[in-house]
């Protein structure tokens, strides 16, 4: 996140507010305090990576950037517990010297365990689930300024509830996940004409780990990613340092992709030709690293996102359709369509809930305008069930979400009790829990 002139931005500029107050407490009794007194609507946006309005507010921002670092590990029972704004590059560097990863990540590695925990981020693999469903149990502080601790057998609802609740039920003050042993991702990059991905699609889903494709709305071929675990050999783990200014410093090619971004709603008749060159240049190279160094990538392009999840068997056919659309309307976009797998699960406010999904992302350069991709693309994941992602673009609001979540009513009781002067919600929390 940005704050400039007491403005607050979250990373892609899309969202901006002006707070009234910005806190930055160092200890636990300090950010009870300021939950407190805070003046509301009182917000924790971590590293600002949501695109949504989920923490614009003209009440109180808390920074919790105090809040780093591990504060626990139990090896008997593989479960590492993290401060809440602790950083996913991070986690690699702490637990990686226990002899421990993440089971899974997700495309990014710049927001905070709180933040993906918080919205249902995930990554790709059939039997793997999002970073809520790898919760173990939390500490949340409410609006009271009390912290209670939350497990499968303490406060279970808000256990069931909290593990993805945006921050409306309360801060998350740290988290217990679930990890595994170290293990190394072998990484294969290539490219498929579209009849025969059709064709293989399920098996590729379910003889890999990971598989996920990209499609470049005017290419005619898939490019396609599998990682699997490896035997072979890997260089040593990158530091910390590394691993924090990979994902800050440009490479020649995503300049090459920025600046052709930039030309491209100007130059529309390069539309095929760019993503006849990006297909190509995704597809180069296969490589060995451990998992916390291979699974997320470096974006350093910022981008406004848009990615529901629909129900796995009807995954093909959703994309298809929004291809389709964007070349019958010739609609503008340099970014490619992200297509992934995710199991399913008992978290109450998931979008995999008790679902296994296809999550389909789609996305536009930061200073185009979203509304003709995104508004077509929500029109057809309504037609299918589709469930939002919700740190990205979405326009779905209370009655329509009580359709989509066996426990959305459920969870609105529940968030009402523990926070009935709705301290947490702002205008955006506001029309999907009250509206």
């Known amino acids: 996140m940005a704050i400039v002139g007491g403005k607050w931005s979250n990373w892609s500029g899309g969202v901006v507010c002006k707070p009234r107050a910005i806190v930055r407490p160092k200890d636990e009794l300090e950010l009870a305090a300021a939950v407190r007194t805070g003046v509301a609507p009182v917000r924790t946006p971590g590293t600002g990576h949501s695109f949504t309005p989920l923490n614009a507010t003209d009440g109180t921002i808390i920074d919790l950037s105090a809040f780093t670092g591990l504060t626990g590990f139990d090896h008997e029972k593989q479960v590492a517990s993290f401060a809440a704004a602790t950083r996913l590059w991070e986690i690699g560097s702490l637990i990686h010297p226990l002899g421990f990863a993440l089971k899974n990540m997700g495309d990014i590695d710049r927001q905070t365990i709180a933040g993906v925990v918080g919205t249902g981020t995930h990554g790709t693999g059939p039997t793997l689930g999002s970073f809520s469903s790898a919760v173990a149990a939390f500490r949340l502080l409410l609006a009271s300024g009390e912290v209670i601790h939350c497990s499968p057998t303490e406060n279970q609802d808000v256990f069931a509830a909290g593990r993805c609740s945006m921050g409306a039920l309360g801060v998350m003050v740290d988290i217990c996940v679930h990890v595994r042993p170290i293990y190394k991702l072998a990484e294969k990059n290539f490219l498929m004409p579209f009849d025969e991905l059709w064709d293989k699609l399920d098996h590729m889903v379910g003889a890999n780990r990971h598989f996920e494709f990209f499609w470049f709305p005017y290419a005619d071929v898939a490019v396609c990613k599998t990682l699997n675990e490896s035997d072979n050999p890997a260089p040593e783990p990158r530091s910390?340092?590394?691993?924090?200014?990979?994902?800050?410093?440009r490479a020649a090619d995503a300049s090459l992709f920025e600046w052709i971004n930039e030309v491209l709603p100007y130059a529309p008749f390069?539309?095929?030709?760019?993503?006849?060159?990006?297909?190509?240049?995704?597809?180069?190279?296969?490589?060995?690293?451990?998992?916390?160094?291979?699974?997320?990538?470096?974006?350093?392009?910022?981008?406004?996102?848009?990615?529901?999840?629909?129900?796995?068997?009807?995954?093909?056919?959703?994309?298809r359709e929004i291809v389709r659309e964007i070349r019958k309307r010739r609609?503008?976009?340099?970014?490619?369509?992200?297509?992934?797998?995710?199991?399913?699960?008992?978290?109450?406010?998931?979008?995999?809930?008790?679902?296994?999904?296809?999550?389909?992302a789609v996305h536009q350069y930061h200073r185009v305008d979203t509304g003709?991709?995104?508004?077509?693309?929500?029109?057809?994941?309504?037609?299918?069930?589709?469930?939002?992602?919700?740190?990205?673009?979405?326009?779905?609001?209370?009655?329509?979400?009580?359709?989509?979540?066996?426990?959305?009513?459920?969870?609105?009781?529940?968030?009402?009790?523990?926070?009935?002067d709705m301290k947490f919600l702002n205008p955006h929390l506001k029309g999907i829990f009250e509206g």
């Open 270 to 319: 390069l539309l095929r030709p760019a993503h006849r060159l990006f297909s190509g240049g995704m597809s180069a190279g296969d490589r060995v690293r451990w998992s916390h160094e291979i699974l997320p990538s470096a974006r350093t392009t910022r981008f406004n996102e848009m990615e529901y999840a629909v129900p796995y068997e009807k995954g093909p056919e959703t994309i």
């Open 331 to 360: 609609i503008n976009t340099g970014f490619p369509i992200e297509y992934r797998s995710v199991a399913e699960d008992d978290v109450w406010l998931s979008p995999f809930y008790q679902r296994k999904s296809a999550t389909i």
């Open 240 to 249: 910390a340092e590394y691993m924090q200014k990979r994902g800050e410093k």
């Open 372 to 420: 003709k991709l995104f508004d077509m693309c929500e029109g057809i994941f309504r037609g299918v069930e589709g469930r939002p992602h919700w740190g990205k673009r979405h326009t779905r609001r209370r009655a329509e979400l009580a359709q989509l979540y066996p426990k959305f009513e459920d969870f609105r009781q529940l968030r009402q009790k523990l926070d009935p």
